[in-house]
């Protein structure tokens, strides 16, 4: 019976390795994106010229602007969720399988790379998302017409509550830090 126990729980422990799938392909999803991103940054800038080109009208102009700044937000929005792909890789492979050597002796490591428990990882990608968050209200804030001073006072809601959430996530942090 202690042959099998000791057969089982290795199996058991071993079996730990499936996750080497979730991390892999986070890996080449984050790759993906940021590819992504970097081709919409290197498109955008390459569109730019036009926007110091006598040829165009100032309503033309004002809409290349509103446009690239669109462009800006959707391609940091890009890089956020490439950076919450790494972190989630990193995260996974660092709670599951090994703790990666080379960060440990990085004097350059970043702690948002070091996960060490399920809630430091959770706790990390929710700040990430909270910022995916606030950039997606941007880009829309961006893009609202305001017809009536009711929608202005919709977008100044709004952004005490992004308020509040950064405060909230940020006491979270410090007082979890005291403990």
Do not use: C
Not at 5 to 21: A, C, G, I
Not at 76 to 94: H, K
Not at 113 to 126: E, F, M, N, Y
Request: net charge negative.
């Amino acid at each position: 019976m202690n042959i099998l126990k000791k057969y089982f729980e290795s199996f058991l422990w071993d079996s730990r390795f499936v996750v080497l799938f979730a991390v892999l392909a986070s890996l080449a999803s984050s790759m993906a994106m940021f590819y992504i991103a970097t081709a919409d940054a290197v498109f955008m800038v390459s569109h730019l010229g036009d926007y110091i080109s006598v040829d165009i009208s100032q309503e033309q102009r004002y809409a290349l602007r509103a446009a690239t700044v669109t462009h800006v937000v959707e391609i940091v929005d890009g890089y956020l969720l490439a950076t919450i792909l790494l972190i989630f890789a990193l995260g996974l492979y660092e709670l599951f399988i090994s703790d990666i050597a080379k960060a440990e002796e990085s004097k350059n490591a970043s702690n948002v790379l070091l996960i060490t428990s399920l809630d430091d990882l959770k706790s990390r990608l929710a700040k990430v998302i909270l910022m995916i968050l606030i950039v997606k209200f941007f880009e829309y804030a961006i893009a609202m017409e305001f017809k009536t001073p009711l929608d202005l006072l919709y977008l100044a809601g709004g952004i005490a509550l992004i308020g509040l959430a950064l405060y909230l996530s940020h006491a979270g942090e410090h007082k979890s830090d005291r403990h």
